[in-house]
């Protein structure tokens, strides 16, 4: 058995839950890798498709495929299990849907290897989505295909471009230290809140200016996706606000981090339109960390809603503004026209 196999240097965590149209090209990227040092742990979360025999054709092929068949607990319960799986000393998370260049874990190894980092950075290639093109691994701008070094976590916080857990390698050790682990209670924006933790817990982080990740959206993020394409009670679209708002004590809650996260997502927008005034400690929160932003983030709600409010979305929609204080304020204005009527 070769070294590198018996002795990975990453493990790659694949969540799966019916991905079976690109899986194949998924896990097609990680053989292709120009190292070999690297075990892949493929969790099936109940996949009701063809996703599992894939993965269990793959597993045959090549040792390297860890595949583990569950029943449905969710994203993070699956990314969970993966890294108790792991036995490699780093780690690095990819969408069953999206894809690896060739020589990404390659440039991660010689990373190690110059600076040991506890968090390596790349960026992403969004492809098949409105937002077409590089996604740059920091808000400021870096050079093309430059490296810049942190001396923690904490000071990055501010300057990282993509909230996701993917475009990311963490070194092991600090999730295990810290008893980091993806919140199995929040169904969206739960890596936001992983990687906030593990910034925070890093002493030292590489950044890559290249497009390492292969990023296909389908034109939606996964949290708009899944804010008008499931059916979820209210409860689980209110906390990916409080995931946003509640990120870690160490940056104190109010970092450019989760604000620029919470504008540049659509669904968290139209979520705080049609909640803004029901609940009031979200919008106290928010009107307490991100006082700068507070007016722009009500503002450039209103175009947000707009672009959802079509017919097809317009049961969700009234069903939002019911549960909201407009609806109850025009559920009383009903109630008193009934009244005087009578």
């Given amino acids: 058995m070769n070294p590198a196999t018996r002795h990975p240097l ?69 990314r969970n299990l993966g890294m108790e799986l792991a036995q490699a000393p780093y780690l690095m998370f990819v969408d069953a849907d999206d894809e690896l260049l060739p020589e990404t874990l390659q440039c991660c190894r010689q990373a190690i290897r110059d600076s040991s980092p506890g968090i390596i950075v790349f960026g992403a290639h969004l492809l098949d989505a409105d937002w ?8 400021s701008p870096m050079p ?22 993917w475009g990311k390698v963490y070194e092991k050790e600090i999730l295990v230290k810290n008893k980091i682990k993806f919140p199995e209670g929040v169904k969206f ?59 870690s004590n160490c940056i104190d809650g109010r970092s450019p981090y989760s604000s620029n996260y919470f504008l540049r997502s659509r669904s968290l927008l139209v979520l705080f339109r049609l909640c803004y005034s029901n609940y009031k400690l979200i919008s106290g929160r928010i009107k307490t960390l991100y006082p700068e932003h507070e007016q722009t983030i009500r503002r450039e709600s ?18 939002f503004f019911l549960k909201s204080n407009y609806g109850r304020t025009f559920k009383n204005w009903l109630a008193g026209k009934k009244h005087i009527s009578t």
Avoid at 12 to 36: F, G, H, M
Wanted: hydrophobic share 40%; glycine share 6%; charged share 20%.
């Fill in 144 to 165: 093309e295909d430059s490296t810049a070094s942190f001396s923690s976590g904490v000071p990055f916080v501010a300057n990282n471009n993509i909230p996701a857990c």
């Fill in 132 to 139: 077409k093109g590089f996604l740059a691994p920091t808000v």
């Fill in 189 to 247: 924006a739960e890596d936001l809140y992983f990687t906030a933790q593990c910034f925070c817990h890093c002493t030292s982080v590489t950044v890559i200016n290249k497009p390492f990740y292969q990023y296909f959206t389908n034109g939606e993020t996964g949290v708009t996706s899944n804010f008008f394409n499931r059916k979820m009670p209210l409860e689980d679209y209110m906390n990916a606000l409080h995931a946003v708002l509640n990120l």
């Fill in 10 to 78: 990453f493990s790659i965590i694949i969540p799966v839950y019916r991905n079976e149209k690109r899986l194949a090209a998924c896990l097609d990227s990680i053989r292709s890798q120009t190292v070999e040092e690297w075990e892949c742990i493929c969790i099936d979360d109940g996949s009701t498709d063809g996703s599992g025999a894939i993965l269990d054709e793959y597993g045959a092929r090549d040792a390297r495929f860890k595949i583990i068949h569950k029943r449905n607990e969710g994203v993070s319960a699956a």
């Fill in 302 to 319: 209103f175009p947000a809603l707009k672009k959802y409010a079509t017919l097809a979305n317009l049961p969700l929609v009234l069903y």
